[in-house]
T-cell receptor, first 112, second 115 residues
């Protein structure tokens, strides 16, 4: 069956360091992969989209990679700040329309 | 409106009662999604509407759950004979269309507690 795996354990990181979150998937052939941020009690907010034929995408301090051979995406936040503390969700989009399936998310805590 | 609007924001209901949750998508967005998120869990797909196409209901967990959408506007998610396991936040989202690259915008959710 199709599965999206994100590290369900929280990731604690020192302010200023680079945070790296992992999203692995099985039995999918996604055309696109997205990353979202979710704060407690709020709806998810879209951050970045990467296509299957793109290896890397950047936006300010964020970088996403997409390896369709390894079936993995990495999400990096450079120069992390306490305000980056949140849960980060990866989402896969496949099929003939935009059906979006989410991973469980990884909680990031940036320690001052 | 400026964003996806959901109501009520909080609902406490007794087991066995029916509830209706409402979603107002962003104006002009033809695609609309409902997700469920239990406490500490991931987003669980429920249903997807795209324009006038037949909705994808593959995520509805039981026949107690149903959803309607009027044209390309308001959607209502109805849960009949609620059970305690239905307690969760129900998130609605919309996007411009069914294309892969359209950003999905979420509402703040309707928090449902069944007692």
């Amino acid at each position: 069956s199709q599965k999206i795996e994100q590290n369900s354990e929280a990731l604690n990181i020192q302010e200023g360091k680079t945070a790296t979150l992992t999203c692995n998937y099985t039995n999918y052939s996604p055309a696109y992969l997205q990353w979202y941020r979710q704060d407690p009690g709020r709806g998810p907010v879209f951050l970045l989209l990467i296509r299957e034929n793109e290896k890397e995408k950047r936006k300010e301090r964020l970088k996403v990679t997409f390896d369709t051979t390894l079936k993995q995406s990495l999400f990096h936040i450079t120069a992390s700040q306490p305000a980056d503390s949140a849960t980060y969700l990866c989402a896969l989009i496949s099929g003939g329309y935009q059906k979006v399936t989410f991973g469980i998310g990884t909680k990031l805590q940036v320690i001052p | 409106g400026a964003g996806v609007s959901q109501s009520p924001s909080n609902k406490v209901t007794e087991k066995g009662k029916d509830v209706e949750l409402r979603c107002d998508p962003i104006s002009g967005h033809t695609a609309l999604y409902w997700y469920r998120q239990r406490l500490g869990q991931g987003l669980e797909f429920l249903i997807y509407f795209q324009g006038n196409s037949a909705p994808d209901k593959s995520g509805l967990p039981s026949d107690r759950f149903s959803a309607e959408r009027t044209g390309e506007s308001v959607s209502t998610l109805t849960i009949q004979r609620t059970q305690q396991e239905d307690s969760a936040v129900y998130l609605c989202a919309s996007s411009l269309g069914g294309g892969f690259e359209n950003t999905i915008y979420f509402g703040e959710g309707s928090w449902l507690t069944v007692v």
